[in-house]
């Protein structure tokens, strides 16, 4: 019974942790409903241009590595764009093995899903390509709706969870 | 590599083995047919020794899940016949019971359990049927949920699902608050729940064998989705694909020769059939949109899938020999994951219907259509062997469960968990 106490008491710290750590951010998703695109903070504010002053730091000089998408849609936005451009920049210059992480809302079913967020893995590590990267470093894994970011059951927690998320493999 | 293998199958049986009934599923009906038969079963008689479990509890049980029943509590009874000679039938009309199951139960000299059991309609009063059963102190749900296959068979003319089991995937958070990902295997009834695999990273889609002593599913323990294996026995396991990009999906064969699946691995998911005996892979499917979630007609000779080719998702259909590819769908905009019934002609799937998600029935022939479920956000609909059932998974509070509907939505009822979103039910064949 205890335990039961102890846990619940440790979720609602793990909860309010992540909605904290939601709402900081929540700006750069607001524009997603509105369909706007909206010059969303956070995103693509980077100055680090030269590719050389990063190291392996995906997200050094505050370069967004999570990219947000609408509802049953693979394609990038223009904040995405504008951030995967320096992206393609550093990774010239200093090529890294990446992981395209492409993940999707719980709407509809599992395994279609798994296929929506490869869509949306594989529209980043295209974009990429087009800019020159080596696709031979680029690697897209869809986790279709396995890892949520957002475990509510609303348009905020959804559109949170359409993204996708690059990290060094 | 095999004595790495070996090692992972020791390994998983361990752990298959320590975790005993922690999570297990309960029911909760909400709502039977309008007519249900009455029906009493009295406590088996025990002539010789306690049974470790309480038979006719279970059987009773059974019976009411199904629906068609309703059961008639023991403290009500008058008698408890242990056979034919003991039964007073006007005992059994007087409280508006229609059938009567009565039985009793004897240790025979090797250890094991005989329990005779006996179906009695009141009105009639005469005895429709009679049998023995054996087993052992491990195997009372069995010998229970074979006397309700038995009941259920003579009073509805189908065979009954009892003896059935689950597969099914809870995701938990840990304690260090990660996110564990647990396979599961229960009795019909979510008793008797063993765990089959336990990991930090994503679990999905569960199948079956058609023998039933196999399991098929999605695990990215290697930091991919991989298919692998699994025997239920003795918790050995072995990966089956490592394709660049998606692994999913898959579905074994009637036959127990092949498995579907999806691959992604020319670029675009495709619909695949690997071979066990010859070991290859064949593309069934060649179209840029995005074919999914393949499964089997009960004759093996098609596929049913989900593909967007037509602009949404929607099911379709193909010959195995010829290729000719139909389209069975065409009410609303999302169609997917189909699974049909054992009469090869009830289709369900994932419907889409005012931006709610439930599971709908169509049939084939007719093009009857219906929404079975009144829940949102319904998913992985799976039909009993005896096509009386579909469980799905559903959200309630926030919280995943399995939830259950007879085939013609007149019965409902939900499996919750203790703990975790319970996810992807997988409904055995016949064992």
Redesign the interface.
């Known amino acids: 019974m205890s335990f039961q106490t102890i846990k619940t008491g440790f979720l609602i710290a793990l909860l309010s942790t992540f909605l904290a750590a939601c709402s900081s951010t929540s700006t750069e998703d607001g524009s997603m409903g509105a369909g706007a695109d909206g010059s969303a903070g956070g995103v693509a504010t980077g100055t680090a241009g030269d590719g050389s002053a990063y190291g392996d730091d995906l997200s050094a000089g505050g370069l967004a590595t999570v990219f947000y998408f609408d509802f049953d849609s693979s394609t990038l936005k223009s904040e995405a764009r504008a951030a995967l451009n320096m992206h393609a920049q550093r990774l010239k210059s200093n090529p890294l093995y990446v992981r395209l992480e492409g993940h999707g809302d719980e709407r509809g079913t599992r395994e279609y899903n798994m296929a929506l967020g490869e869509r949306r893995a594989n529209a980043v590590k295209e974009y990429l390509v087009l800019q020159g990267v080596n696709g031979e470093y680029l690697e897209a894994i869809s986790y279709g709706e396995e890892r949520p970011a957002a475990l509510g059951s609303d348009e905020s927690s959804w559109s949170m969870n359409r993204r996708v998320e690059m990290t060094k493999r | 590599m095999l004595k790495e293998k070996l090692l992972y199958g020791i390994f998983a049986l361990l752990l298959a083995l320590a975790v005993n009934v922690q999570a297990e599923l309960t029911i909760e009906i909400t709502s039977g047919v309008d007519n249900p038969m009455v029906i009493a079963v009295a406590p088996i008689a025990e002539k010789s020794g306690v049974l470790p479990e309480d038979i006719s509890d279970i059987v009773s049980a059974d019976l009411q899940r199904s629906g068609l029943f309703s059961t008639i509590p023991r403290t009500n009874m008058l008698s408890f016949p242990g056979d034919q000679s003991e039964i007073y039938y006007r005992d059994w009309r007087v409280l508006g019971a229609q059938y009567l199951v009565f039985g009793n139960s004897e240790r025979l000299p090797d250890g094991r359990i005989r329990v005779t059991f006996g179906l009695a309609e009141v009105l009639g009063e005469k005895v429709v049927l009679s049998q023995m059963v054996h087993g052992r102190d491990d195997s009372i749900r069995d010998i229970a949920h074979y006397i309700s296959d038995k009941v259920y068979e003579a009073l509805t003319g189908i065979r009954g699902a009892f003896s059935t089991r689950l597969a099914y995937v809870i995701a938990a ?1 840990g304690g260090d ?1 990660r ?1 564990v990902y647990r396979l599961m295997v229960s009795d019909a009834d979510g008793a008797r729940e063993r765990l089959m695999l336990e990991s930090t990273e ?1 679990l ?2 569960p199948g079956w064998s058609p023998d039933g002593k196999e399991l098929v599913y999605v695990s ?1 323990e290697t ?3 991989a298919i692998f294996r699994q025997k239920l026995a003795d918790a050995s396991r072995r990966q089956i694909t490592n394709f ?3 692994n ?2 898959p579905a074994w064969s009637p036959d127990g020769r092949k498995l579907a699946m ?1 691959l ?1 691995k020319d670029g675009n ?1 495709e619909i695949y059939i690997h071979d066990f005996v010859t070991g290859a892979f064949t593309r069934l499917t060649n179209h840029f949109s ?1 074919d ?2 393949p499964n089997w007609t009960p004759d093996g000779n098609s596929i049913i899938f ?1 593909s967007d080719r037509g602009g949404s ?1 929607q099911i379709y259909k193909m010959n195995l020999a010829s290729g000719a590819t139909e389209r069975l769908t065409f009410r609303g905009n ?1 169609n ?2 189909p699974r049909l019934a054992p009469d090869g002609r009830t289709l369900v799937m ?1 419907h ?1 219907d005012n931006g709610q ?1 439930h599971i709908a029935s169509q049939d084939l022939i007719t093009k009857d259509f219906r929404i079975l479920s009144g829940t ?2 319904d ?2 609909p799976t039909v009993a062997p005896n096509g009386a059932m579909l469980l799905y998974a559903t ?1 309630r509070s ?1 919280k995943g469960l399995l939830a259950a509907v007879s085939i013609d939505a007149g019965v409902k009822f939900f499996l919750p968990a203790r703990e975790g979103d319970v ?2 039910p997988a409904w055995s064949p016949f064992l």
Do not use: H
């Open positions: 958070r608050g996110q994503p999905m889609s990215f930091g991919r989705p660049k990009g998606l999913g999906a999806v992604s998911p995005i999914t979630e989900t998702p999302y997917a994951r994932v889409r998600f949102f956000l998913e992985s959200k926030g996810r992807e």
